[in-house]
């Protein structure tokens, strides 16, 4: 049995009009299972603060208004962040994967990075919100990591290691 990956270019563009990573996640997926007619898996994710009640979350990437200018997210997330103390600065990576079967079955798995918010970017190493996320077990930013140190702790490593096992039985395959 061989398998085939097709990229996102090859789909129609998906709307997250859901109010969760979740939600988000899944309508990803089985716009994909319906367009292929083949299991499907997506992702959402995003960062999520305590002191501003989970947000940005579903709107990481464009939380100043552009999509994917993470300067200027750093730079609003730190305006939204001004006077709040350190201590009061938690917040957490959240990645949620999808994985869709043509006849509508779901299989939903959650992977998060708990840590804080810095009140400065250091480091230049990753994207986004790298350059101000303090992992709880470490003293440096995601910024200053590298990738291999990264992915070993990321929110989205946690979520691949929870659905790996877990494909197979979910497939049927043996």
């Not at 939600?23 to 501003?52: C, F, M, Q, W, Y």
């Not at 997330?77 to 350190?86: F, K, Q, T």
Request: no cysteine.
């Amino acid at each position: 049995m061989g398998i085939s990956i097709i990229t996102e270019i090859e789909f129609p563009d998906v709307e997250e009009t859901g109010s969760t990573f979740e939600e988000n996640a899944l309508l990803k997926a089985h716009v994909i299972s319906r367009h292929t007619k083949l299991p499907a898996l997506a992702d959402d994710s995003g960062l999520a603060v305590e002191a501003l009640d989970g947000a940005p979350g579903i709107f990481s990437a464009r939380w100043s208004g552009v999509h994917g200018d993470d300067q200027a997210n750093i730079k609003r997330l730190l305006e939204d962040l001004r006077g709040v103390a350190e201590e009061d600065r938690g917040a957490r990576f959240v990645a949620v994967l999808a994985l869709v079967k043509p006849d509508g079955q779901e299989l939903l798995v959650r992977g998060e990075l708990p840590g804080k918010i810095r009140n400065q970017p250091v480091g230049t190493n990753g994207f986004g919100y790298d350059p101000i996320f303090q992992p709880e077990t470490s003293n440096r930013t995601l910024g200053e990591m590298s990738a291999a140190e990264k992915d070993a702790i990321s929110h989205r490593s946690k979520a691949l290691r929870d659905l790996t096992p877990r494909i197979r039985p979910f497939l049927n395959l043996r």
